[in-house]
C-alpha cells in the first residue's frame, strides 16, 4: 500500500532535549516536504526536500533541520525544542512538483508538545 | 508575493445545503498550480482537486465543483446539498512552478449541521 509514515503519532516531551520525528514514503517520490499545522494558520511548510541531498527552507524552518540521505526517508530534527514549537506537523511527498504537479500524499500527522 | 486567502474561517450551514469555500490567490508567476484538500476529525489530508494556471475549465466530481476564475485570481469551491460527513476543515494550496514551495490559505472549517 502506498504511504507516507510518520513515527511518533504523538510526543510530549520537555525544553531543550532533542527530538526526531521519522517520515518514510514507499513510493519512489522524489519530492518531500515538512509542515506545521497551527490553529488560525493553516499549513506551513517548514523544509522541503526535491531530492536526495537537496533540501531548501520553506516558511518556517527557524529552529528545525532535515536531511535526505535516502530518497524514502526525511527526518525533522529539533535540536533544542521549545513550546512554540508544539504543533500538529505533517510530512508529505510528490513525485515531482515542477513538473508533474502531482498532489502530496500526506502522513497521518504527528502531535508534538513541548513543556 | 505570493499569498493564499480563505476569508471564511468558520461556516455552519444545515444539511442539504448548498455551500461554496472561497479562496484568493496572489502570483505574480504564469505557470502555477492550485490545489484543494479535506482535513476531516480524523486529521488525515485528503487531497481533492489539482489544477493549473493554463486550465480554466469549472470541473465537477459528484456534489463537489470547483470554479477558476484568472480574472479574479478566485479558486471557489461548492459543495451541493451538503451532507454531516463533508464536515471538516478545507484547505486550498498554491505552487508556484519554478520554486516548488507551496503556500497553503488558512483554512476553512465547515460544519454540517443535521
Known amino acids: 500500500e502506498a504511504q507516507v509514515t510518520q513515527n511518533p503519532r504523538y510526543l510530549i516531551t520537555v525544553t531543550g532535549k532533542k527530538l526526531t520525528v521519522t517520515c518514510s514514503q514507499n513510493m519512489n517520490h522524489e519530492y518531500m516536504s515538512w509542515y506545521r499545522q497551527d490553529p488560525g494558520l493553516g499549513l506551513r511548510q517548514i523544509y522541503y526536500?526535491?531530492?536526495?541531498?537537496?533540501?531548501d527552507k520553506g516558511d518556517v524552518p527557524e529552529g528545525y533541520k532535515v536531511s535526505r540521505k535516502e530518497k524514502r526517508n526525511f527526518p525533522l530534527i529539533l535540536e533544542s525544542p521549545s513550546p512554540n514549537q508544539t504543533s500538529l506537523y505533517f510530512c508529505?511527498?510528490?513525485?515531482?512538483?515542477?513538473?508533474?504537479?502531482?498532489?502530496?500524499?500526506f502522513g497521518d500527522g504527528t502531535r508534538l508538545s513541548i513543556l | 508575493a505570493q499569498k493564499v486567502t480563505q476569508a471564511q474561517t468558520e461556516i455552519s450551514v444545515v444539511e442539504k445545503e448548498d455551500v461554496t469555500l472561497d479562496c484568493v490567490y496572489e502570483?505574480?508567476?504564469?505557470?502555477?498550480?492550485l490545489f484543494w484538500y479535506k482535513q476531516p476529525p480524523s486529521g488525515e489530508l485528503v487531497f481533492l482537486i489539482r489544477r493549473n494556471s493554463f486550465d480554466e475549465q469549472n470541473e465537477i466530481s459528484g456534489r463537489y465543483s470547483w470554479n477558476f476564475q484568472k480574472s479574479t485570481s478566485s479558486f471557489n469551491f461548492t459543495i451541493t446539498a451538503s451532507q454531516v460527513v463533508d464536515s471538516a476543515v478545507y484547505f486550498c494550496a498554491l505552487i508556484m512552478n519554478r520554486d516548488d514551495k507551496i503556500i497553503f490559505g488558512k483554512g476553512t472549517r465547515l460544519h454540517i449541521l443535521p
Open positions: 526536500s526535491m531530492n536526495v541531498e537537496v533540501t
Open positions: 508529505a511527498s510528490s513525485p515531482s512538483l515542477g513538473q508533474g504537479n502531482q498532489p502530496q500524499h
Open positions: 502570483t505574480r508567476d504564469t505557470t502555477y498550480y
